[in-house]
């Protein structure tokens, strides 16, 4: 911040101001000191000093408090320099010491006031001005719009109540309601004051329209308490009725509640600061939430739009290519039974034999490429039996495999029998080409709620927490471990994989299963 201070040059704007400012609180100053006499009441000569000492520790007392929560905040990490000094710089403008500026003005006169005001605001703004979280500029203004108002205020009060100081010459009950009616208006007439004056900060703080700097100004907490520090103006008459031990002691006890209420005012701010950042952080989470249903829908998609276009791919398969080389088959079959009626050369018979044989097994690699695309029993006669099917398989590929089914089988929807067929297949996949098993098992079990598939097989294992994207067993030829979590996550089924090296392999898949329906058999 004071760098950022220190970088800002004192453009022909900045330099008015500060002209402007010094031209209003250098003659505010001096008609002040020769304007000012010692009130002729109990508080005589030294009222003066007493409350220049009380509103100037209190001032630096509370900006103390802020710039101190200041700096804890733009040292955390968190926080950026500029959301810090959007939320807490209004503060600067509170002023806690207003309601003694009108004191001196009930009590003392308006020039005393005036003194007070411009003391106390010269060493409060020094003493910001030498942190670094205020400009020249900055303070000059202040200390001259502070004088300024505390000079109307006082002359509205003067105006309405008179010259009335001296306590025990109270002409009836009438001067004690004109000082109450003044303190009030001379309160009020303080509040805007200070709203009006506060505006041209405010906008070059925010960098927003005027209109927009306006309305979060008006809307802000700090103008609220501002209200509530100024509401123990028409209490200042009070005062006036203690003689002088008791009333300096009264004073003592005004500022008790003026710093509790600008220590609320900090509070505020924090909650409010903390409240901002679990509003973002819940809008990140949600947007986070938006954007992970959204990938989960593509995903989903995705699938689908791939079944489609294997179940496509198989079926032209079969319909075209099978066909064809079926045809091709049995001509190349007739084409050897009419050679060897020719009694052709050997060559030429063993040369029709191989053709045969590339022809039949040609045949057969697409009959089993079609039944990897999509296998026509898992839409003919469902999960189980194609579950039962891939157990089946798994022998021809050198790996036997023990299939078991316990409870009543259930209808799924079918992105659910799809997506298990699939994180099977790949699982007995991963068994055929990597583990180095002897024996695979693959369990069914129709629970009342959920259904629950495991395979299983005695190979050399692997440590899961070693396998990554790109690494994973089947990550060349198939989903790979993490395509299996992710199709199981896609319908909102559980995916657990125990592992280790020299102990095998079990992959556990929970579905939750919808309730019964009525006429469905239960196990």
Not at 138 to 164: D, M, P, Q
Not at 268 to 276: D, P
Not at 498 to 513: H, M, Y
């Amino acid at each position: 911040m004071r760098t950022m201070l220190k970088q800002a040059q004192f453009s022909p704007l900045r330099l008015l101001v500060i002209a402007l400012s010094l031209a209003i609180a250098l003659p505010l100053l001096l008609w002040s000191i020769h304007n000012y006499r010692p009130a002729p009441n109990f508080y005589g000569p030294r009222a003066i000093y007493s409350l220049v000492a009380l509103t100037s520790l209190l001032a630096l007392l509370g900006r103390f408090s802020l710039l101190r929560l200041l700096r804890s905040e733009l040292a955390d990490p968190k926080n950026t320099q500029q959301q810090v000094l959007d939320t807490w710089r209004p503060l600067f403008l509170f002023d806690i010491t207003a309601p003694f500026y009108l004191a001196a003005s009930v009590l003392i006169s308006v020039p005393a006031a005036v003194l007070t005001a411009i003391i106390t605001q010269a060493v409060l703004q020094s003493y910001t001005l030498a942190r670094g979280f205020i400009s020249w500029s900055e303070a000059c203004y202040r200390l001259a719009s502070t004088g300024l108002i505390v000079f109307l205020a006082g002359s509205v009060y003067v105006w309405v109540a008179g010259n009335t100081h001296l306590p025990l010459q109270h002409s009836g009950r009438l001067a004690e309601t004109n000082e109450l009616l003044g303190s009030v208006l001379a309160a009020v007439v303080m509040m805007i004051l200070i709203a009006l004056i506060a505006l041209p900060v405010m906008f070059r703080w925010s960098g927003r329209p005027t209109g927009a700097a306006w309305r979060a100004y008006l809307t802000s907490p700090f103008l609220r308490f501002q209200a509530l520090v100024l509401s123990v103006g028409p209490l200042l008459p009070v005062v006036d009725i203690f003689d002088d031990a008791a009333a300096e002691l009264a004073w003592l006890f005004f500022l008790v509640p003026l710093f509790a209420i600008y220590y609320l005012a900090l509070v505020s701010t924090r909650l409010s600061i903390q409240t901002n950042e679990l509003q973002r952080t819940l809008e990140d989470l949600r947007s986070a939430r938006r954007r992970q249903d959204e990938l989960r829908d593509y995903a989903s998609l995705i699938t689908r739009v791939q079944e489609e276009e294997r179940r496509r791919l198989a079926r032209e398969l079969h319909d075209d290519t099978a066909q064809a080389l079926i045809a091709l088959s049995l001509g190349l079959d007739g084409l050897g039974r009419a050679m060897r009626q020719l009694q052709l050369p050997e060559k030429d018979l063993e040369w029709h034999a191989s053709l045969q044989n590339l022809a039949d097994r040609t045949l057969e690699g697409v009959r089993r490429a079609c039944r990897d695309l999509r296998p026509s029993v898992l839409d003919d006669l469902g999960l189980h039996a194609a579950l039962e099917w891939l157990s089946d398989s798994s022998a021809e590929r050198g790996v036997p495999c023990t299939f078991s089914c316990s409870g009543e089988p259930r209808p799924t929807s079918p992105e659910a029998e799809i997506a298990v067929f699939r994180i099977v297949q790949e699982a007995l996949s991963n068994v055929w080409r990597h583990s180095q098993a002897s024996q695979a098992w693959l369990h069914v079990a129709y629970l009342p709620t959920c259904l629950t598939v495991t395979v299983s097989d005695n190979g050399r294992g692997f440590a899961p927490e070693q396998v990554g994207p790109g690494r994973e067993h089947g990550s060349q030829g198939g989903l790979g471990l993490l395509g299996m979590r992710e199709r199981a996550a896609l319908v909102g089924a559980t995916l657990s994989i125990e592992s280790a090296p020299g102990q095998g392999c079990t992959v556990r898949l929970a579905l939750p299963l919808p309730p019964d329906q009525p006429g469905t058999d239960q196990q």
